[in-house]
């Protein structure tokens, strides 16, 4: 059985419940702009893709003069549900139990740095993860960079990494850069578009990841 010294994990809808959130928080932006309000579908689609990529797929009718204004209040909404925003069940006592088994632990993630580490300093999260890399910070999912410069400061190979996701953007990404893939269907992406992109497995609660997981670390 393959054995795995560092899993990374992406942030909204795989650790933090924060889907519906950013749906709405999208949405409400649209509205306050005057703008076309996507599906909810289309804009679950984009979560995990930087600010300007998911803009550019799910509000392509907004101008450069209407997107400070856009920002401000997609900003002003989801800061609103912020507070409410929680972990999946579950995640802390995996995140503990892998870090009293020495698993090195990391975040690749399409928030900007400013909103992860706000999320990490609210929460207490700093302590579990060694290396973090944001959206704004490298290259947007899907491209492999986030994964490449972690891989590359971890002084890893790909093969001993685990990439773990919500979206069709974090296995591609995964696959991009050579290492293996865990999708979790509770996230912002459907079965069939996870299955599509091919992930190593696919999991349907905290629950089942830990049980892979912990089996193969």
């Known amino acids: 059985m393959k054995r795995y010294e560092a899993v ?3 942030w909204d809808g795989t650790v933090m419940d924060s889907t519906h959130s950013i749906v709405e928080a999208i949405q409400s ?4 702009v005057d703008l076309p309000i996507p599906e909810t ?3 679950s689609w984009v979560i995990g893709l930087s600010l300007e990529s998911a803009l550019y797929h799910c509000v392509p009718t907004l101008s450069a003069e209407q997107l400070p204004l856009f920002l401000e209040r997609y900003r002003h909404h989801f800061l609103r549900r912020d507070p409410e925003i929680k972990l999946f069940d579950g995640i802390i006592d995996l995140l503990d139990t892998l870090r009293q088994r020495a698993v090195t632990l990391g975040v690749a993630t ?3 740095r400013v909103g992860l580490e706000r999320v990490l300093s609210a929460k207490k999260l700093h302590r579990y993860f060694d290396t973090t890399r ?3 910070e490298s290259f947007s999912k899907p491209h492999p960079g986030m994964l490449l410069e972690i891989t590359e400061e ?4 790909p093969e001993r990494l685990l990439m773990v996701g919500d979206t069709s953007h974090d296995i591609q990404m995964a696959t991009s850069a ?3 893939s865990m999708a979790v269907t509770y996230g912002a992406h459907d079965k069939s578009t996870l299955l599509e992109a091919e992930p190593t497995v696919m999991v349907s609660s905290v629950g089942e990841m830990q049980a892979w997981i912990l089996a193969r670390v």
Request: aromatic residues 4%; charged residues 20%.
């Open 41 to 43: 579908s289309t804009a």
């Open 134 to 136: 944001c959206a704004d």
């Open 8 to 10: 990374i994990f992406d």
């Open 154 to 157: 971890l002084g890893l190979s």
């Open 29 to 32: 932006a649209c509205a306050d």
């Open 178 to 180: 050579g290492i293996d």
């Open 110 to 112: 399409g928030k900007s």
